[in-house]
């Protein structure tokens, strides 16, 4: 039985940024990494160590000053690097869904909920009426747990709680069935009965899509729960790649085993070399 091609490909890859004097400096440096379908992969490291921006340049979302200068980026296959910013726009929110931290700076404040999720919708299906896109809208709202689905997407986003909102955007992030959603901190700013509610909202969006699933975290009991494998990312590189029990019960890297050691209280038993 022949293996299923990998969704997401990224090799070597390396991010830069150029300060005002000309000098340029690498923030991602040579990362590698390989995402199969129906799978979970945990990106962990702290806040600086390279996950969002490695995630980001999927999308050719990198942020102005920030480029991709070197390595290959492949989603189904296709180098993103040989696509235009059209082609980009099909990516994002079809084969590929992108739950963001923060559901305020994903959400257009000034446009009700419902229409934001059916635009998700008809951006990527235009054959369908506005009608027919607001009332596919109200089937995700309803998928992910919003009760009265029809009624509450008439609402803006500020008349919703922290954690319908990050409803309201993973509704948009599986609109359009994606083979692979990328999750950046979905539960950070939400408080931790919220927080395992939005966990189980993603789980049932994975199952009921199929989707592989890139959690980007530093929450290593999380991880636990919900990861396939897991990528220990620090300073801009993976340090340590491998399944949960690999991980938690044989960490390799002196990193890995200072972050089990601080988080959940296994003892560093060699961390020479690490600083915090």
């Known amino acids: 039985m022949s293996t299923p091609a990998p969704l997401l490909q990224v090799r070597d890859l390396r991010i830069a940024t150029t300060a005002p004097d000309g000098s340029v400096r690498e923030l991602v440096h040579g990362v590698n990494l ?25 999308l ?12 290959q980026i492949l989603v189904d296959g296709v180098d993103v690097a040989g696509l235009d910013e059209a082609e980009l726009r099909v990516l994002r929110g079809g084969r590929v869904g992108m739950v963001f931290q923060d559901p305020m700076t994903a959400l257009n404040p000034v446009k009700r909920v419902g229409n934001q999720v059916a635009r ?33 997407a008439r ?25 692979l959603l ?41 991880v636990a729960q919900v990861a396939d494998r897991i990528c220990i990312m620090r300073s801009g590189e993976i340090v340590e790649e491998g399944t949960v029990w690999d991980i938690f019960d044989h960490p390799e890297h002196p990193y890995t085993r200072m972050l089990l ?16």
């Open 261 to 276: 050691s601080s988080i959940l209280g296994v003892p560093a038993t060699d961390t020479e070399g690490v600083s915090a």
């Open 155 to 179: 609402a803006y986003p500020h008349q919703w709680s922290g954690g319908m909102r990050q409803r309201a955007v993973i509704a948009m992030a599986i609109a359009n069935n994606p083979g």
């Open 60 to 71: 050719g979302l990198l942020p102005p000053g920030v480029e991709v200068t070197g390595g």
């Open 34 to 58: 390989t995402v199969n379908p129906g799978e979970v992969l945990c990106l962990v490291g702290e806040s600086g160590s390279g996950k969002s921006l490695s995630m980001l340049a999927v």
């Open 120 to 152: 998700a919708v008809k951006v990527h299906q235009p054959e369908l009426s506005v009608t027919a896109s607001r009332a596919r809208a109200a089937e995700l709202l309803e998928q992910v747990g919003v009760r009265d689905a029809a009624e509450r």
């Open 182 to 222: 990328i999750a950046d901190e979905p539960t950070t700013a939400l408080d931790v009965t919220v927080q395992a509610q939005i966990m189980r909202v993603l789980a049932e969006a994975r199952r009921d899509t199929g989707a592989a699933l890139v959690m980007i975290t530093h929450d290593l009991g999380l």
